[in-house]
């Protein structure tokens, strides 16, 4: 009986791993959900908007809060695009086989955090990092008004 469970073991040990396949599959599967989510949510608000605007009639403050509200609109739009191209990126990187590396420094990204956030480039130490290194940008910028002055001038150039 002894050898039976030994070579049931042996058996166990040698039977081909096929947690990558599904894994893959799952977070293609997630981040088109995502991208299909995000395309329905602009096809709405496009379709609204044209609604707003052909019944667009009311006094100056009407108008004024309609004009907001296309603004935040338009940096909505902007998010999703971003979104979009994230999801995108991610996708060509599943089929690419680079899906789950850090791009910081060539590690493989954990699991749980690709299932949380599949199209993520960083690994979480990574992450961590580049958030402390901003912080400390931010604090510097502050203290300095560094930050200020460079957007003056991006500011200035754009006119």
Do not use: H
């Amino acid at each position: 009986m002894a050898k039976r469970t030994s070579s049931t073991t042996a058996k166990k040990e040698t039977k081909p791993k096929a947690g990558k396949v599904p894994f893959k599959k799952e977070i293609s599967q997630k981040l088109l959900d995502a991208k299909n989510k995000i395309l329905q949510e602009v096809s709405q608000k496009v379709r609204s908007e044209s609604n707003v605007l052909k019944y667009e009639i009311g006094d100056i403050y009407d108008i004024a809060s309609n004009e907001r509200e296309r603004e935040l609109a338009l940096m909505l739009g902007d998010r999703d695009r971003e979104k979009l191209s994230e999801i995108e990126d991610a996708l060509e990187r599943l089929r690419d086989n680079s899906y789950g590396v850090c791009e910081e420094c060539g590690e493989p990204v954990a699991e749980e955090r690709l299932r949380a956030l599949p199209a993520t480039r960083v690994c979480v130490e990574c992450m961590s990092k580049m958030e402390k290194e901003q912080k400390i940008r931010g604090r510097f910028e502050e203290e300095t008004g560094l930050g200020i002055m460079e957007r003056t001038e991006n500011e200035e150039e754009e006119f």
